[in-house]
């Protein structure tokens, strides 16, 4: 019996009796999901049933068995074989949706993921699980002039927010207290456990089924966006909504926070598409290509989100290492080396790393991804000229952008 192929567009029939529902902008549409834990599960879900065309979604942790009791797109199989949470969510959504493309990215969402792939979404649901990465995410999207959507979960209760550049801001939102334990954490440069988990906290299938439903209904809203007309939707742009189970209630508040000074508002807006730039170059030649596009003698890449390290020096016992990664690997580098492995969380690591990179880097022939640039990123660049922002355009069909 020969096999029979169905011919369809996804949602015909359903979405297309919504009177705002545009099929083309959601089918165009291009969303980047920050966790692929119990709300990144039940975003992506949604986003999936509703047919957005490009999902990206980014998550450096393996799938527990804890994990299977609130995330959907997770099997009993997955958590014994430590799949990638990430990995495995995309997979599931394009079983659920054949017709969209999920691509998943193992890594830190602030070091490993192009600043050119937050540019290029439409909108940035943040599905995340402590105040650091929050932070992180923030100051990218305020970077990239996005839109992000906020969701938190706790036992029965939730929470969704919408930061806005020009309406809201996280940073700015935060109490002091809260700003010296992100900087404490982030900063220190003698101490490498920087990616350390907050304490797993208890929640429920139902809380992340509400609030990740509530997250995906704004992220609708700011795709269906139109500059040149008035849409029906009201959000939640600078404003909480707070969902409590225990009481069956369901309130919003004012949540707008925008302080003139904060430095999470930094804009870059001018930036120059370096057509044959790639993370899969070396320095050198990378140098070459930015002195002659930019017309320049001397350039200095900057690392702003990551650092390089060669060697770090432990106290006791007192030894160096050659390490040669960058510091978002770090840790991963540590737990595979058997004696650095061993070392008491006593013991002070110090590193040696590279910040600023120029003329006199002493390992040229490297390529930008081994130093800590990822693909499709955006590169300040300092020269006698001033300063630019250089975007690694070459690797923008990793991510299916034109």
């Known amino acids: 019996m020969a096999e029979v192929k169905l011919t369809y567009e996804w949602g015909d029939g359903v979405y297309t009796l919504l009177s705002w529902f545009k099929k083309e902008k959601v089918k165009n549409a291009r969303v980047l999901v920050a966790g692929a834990g119990a709300l990144g599960n039940e975003v992506v879900k949604n986003l999936a049933l509703f047919g957005v065309g490009h999902i990206y979604v980014v998550d450096f942790d393996q799938i527990e068995i804890s994990n299977l009791t609130r995330s959907v797109l997770f099997r009993e199989s997955d958590a014994m074989a430590h799949s990638y949470k990430a990995e495995v969510v995309a997979r599931r959504a394009m079983e659920i949706n ?5 691509t998943p990215i193992v890594g830190n969402l602030f070091s490993e993921v192009g600043f050119g792939l ?34 938190s979960i706790e036992n029965l209760t939730g929470a969704v927010r919408v930061y806005a550049p020009g309406v809201c801001c996280y940073e700015c939102g935060l109490s002091r207290e809260e700003f010296n334990n992100i900087m404490l954490r982030t900063g220190c440069a003698d101490v490498v456990r920087t990616q ?7 929640t429920t299938p139902i809380s992340a089924s509400i609030v990740g439903a509530l997250q995906v209904q704004e992220a609708m809203k700011v795709i269906h966006q139109d500059d040149n007309a008035p849409t029906p939707f009201k959000t939640l742009q600078g404003k909480m909504l707070r969902y409590e189970g225990m009481t069956n209630s369901m309130n919003i508040y004012k949540f707008a926070s925008w302080k003139s000074n904060c430095p999470a508002h930094e804009r870059w807006d001018n930036i120059e598409k370096g057509e044959g730039l790639s993370a899969s170059l070396t320095m050198k030649e990378t140098m070459e290509q930015v002195k002659s596009l930019l017309a320049v003698t001397e350039v200095e ?5 990551n650092k390089f390290i060669d060697v770090i020096a432990t106290d006791h016992p007192q030894k160096e290492f050659e390490v040669m990664v960058p510091e978002s690997k770090l840790d991963a580098y540590i737990k595979a080396n058997k004696e650095l492995r061993q070392l008491s969380y006593k013991t002070l690591i110090h590193k040696h790393f590279f910040e600023n990179i120029g003329e006199r880097f002493p390992y040229m022939n490297l390529t930008l991804q081994e130093i800590g640039f990822p693909p499709y990123d955006v590169v300040e660049v300092t020269t006698e000229k001033g300063v630019y922002h250089v975007e690694l355009t070459n690797d923008a069909h990793l991510y299916d952008i034109d």
């Open 98 to 102: 054949p017709q969209i493309k999920v």
């Open 118 to 151: 937050y540019r290029s979404v439409d909108v940035v649901i943040g599905c995340l699980d402590s105040r650091i990465a929050r932070y992180q995410l923030n100051r990218l999207c305020m970077r990239a002039g996005k839109t992000w959507i906020d969701g």
């Open 196 to 202: 350390g988990k907050e304490g797993r906290v208890a």
């Open 301 to 305: 890449l900057n690392m702003r989100n």
